[in-house]
């Protein structure tokens, strides 16, 4: 990275722009936070050993061209220059592995959150423990969400509101089916 920023006539660039590691980027192999000048880059970044060094020039660049010229187009004239300039080619998308470290069942699993005063459901593919019911909370209440497990979408039914039926692979906690609303002939799992 040092020797693109002397190469830009911007020696000092490589110093105080940051790389840091981000895991949760999914998609995205890596990103420049201009505000803040930090390269982020994600696990597609480590598991692509023969172009990191073409995606650190890419987004050094628009580092680059952000101080020489405010960076007013992310993929402009200016920035494809500099990348020209430390001997690749501008394209603005490059192809990486698209496999990741998560298996199939953790992507494709769901886990509902509900609010146990005014059963709000919320449905993530990880539990999230700091979500809060906001209509709960705007009511004085704590609004805290109860992780009910992974789920499966299996219909829904009606118009505003609707009804959501959901398959779970567990049986619902017998703390819990009060409060959830469970009907009390449904011996299945949920």
Request: aromatic letters at 6%; a positive charge; glycine letters at 8%.
């Amino acid at each position: 990275m040092q020797s693109w920023s002397r190469l830009w006539g911007l020696p000092t660039l490589s110093q105080e722009v940051k790389v840091r590691f981000n895991g949760r980027l999914r998609t995205t192999v890596a990103r420049l936070l201009s505000s803040v000048e930090v390269i982020e880059v994600g696990p597609r970044f480590v598991a692509s050993q023969s172009k990191r060094r073409e995606i650190l020039c890419h987004e050094l660049a628009h580092a680059a061209a952000n101080r020489r010229r405010g960076g007013r187009q992310p993929h402009g004239a200016e920035w494809a220059a500099l990348v020209r300039r430390a001997g690749f080619d501008p394209v603005t998308r490059l192809t990486v592995s698209q496999k990741s470290s998560r298996s199939k069942q953790s992507r494709d699993g769901r886990y509902e959150h509900r609010c146990l005063v005014c059963q709000f459901v919320r449905v993530a593919r990880r539990p999230v423990r700091s979500w809060r019911c906001a209509e709960c909370v705007r009511c004085g209440l704590p609004g805290n969400l109860a992780v009910c497990g992974p789920v499966e979408f299996v219909s829904w039914e009606g118009e505003k509101p609707i009804t959501v039926l959901w398959n779970l692979p567990e049986p619902v906690p017998e703390a819990l089916r009060d409060k959830l609303r469970v009907p009390q002939g449904d011996n299945s799992k949920g």
